[in-house]
């Protein structure tokens, strides 16, 4: 079983290293069927790339999409009241209705937050993976939880929902 692991590696190793010839093992040595190979100093054939769903051409290579998006409060157990909401693409702020220039069927990432203003903020967010796909809808939830106080540990749920239009 050694002896065949032994071969086996030597011809991975051929086949990846681009080997062209093997030789027996000089006689000194003594360790029976062991390979030794000469690699080639030769340029590598180049590899032909199998097409992703990013490579594959669509009918429309790039357009305008715009972005849609509502935050809903869905529960609030006293966390409190003072609520601002951001959703940001690449660094930079989207504001609903906003737009993105892309390749069809591109995924962008939508960075969500929530936050109760306070002298200590309460915090909730999430990242949203979203294809640049005429009619594309989804909906997500962030928890809010209260992190200090008497309600410390309560939470309050908003729900993000989206939707992308091609312009």
């Known amino acids: 079983m050694k002896n065949h692991m032994i071969c086996f590696i030597a011809i ?6 681009g080997c062209t ?6 006689k000194k040595m003594n360790a029976p069927n062991t390979i030794h190979t000469t690699v080639s100093t030769e340029k590598l054939p180049e590899i032909e790339t199998v097409p ?16 849609q998006y509502k935050f809903t409060l869905q529960s609030n157990h006293s966390v ?34 929530v936050w109760e203003e306070d002298s200590v903020p309460d915090i909730g967010n999430t990242t949203v993976n979203i294809r640049l796909t005429d009619g594309a809808t ?9 992190n ?20």
């Open 138 to 146: 989804g909906t997500v939830r962030i928890t809010v939880r209260e």
């Open 52 to 67: 992703t769903l990013e490579t594959i051409p669509s009918h429309s290579s790039h357009g305008v999409y715009v972005i």
């Open 80 to 113: 409190g009241n003072d609520w601002k909401k951001s959703v940001t693409v690449n660094g930079r702020e989207l504001k609903s209705g906003g737009t993105v220039t892309g390749k069809a069927n591109a995924c962008i990432t939508l960075h969500c937050t």
């Open 12 to 17: 991975l190793s051929m086949m990846f290293t």
């Open 148 to 167: 200090r106080g008497r309600f410390k540990g309560n939470t309050a749920v908003w729900v993000f929902t989206y939707s992308v239009a091609l312009l």
């Open 21 to 26: 010839e093997t030789q027996p093992a000089p």
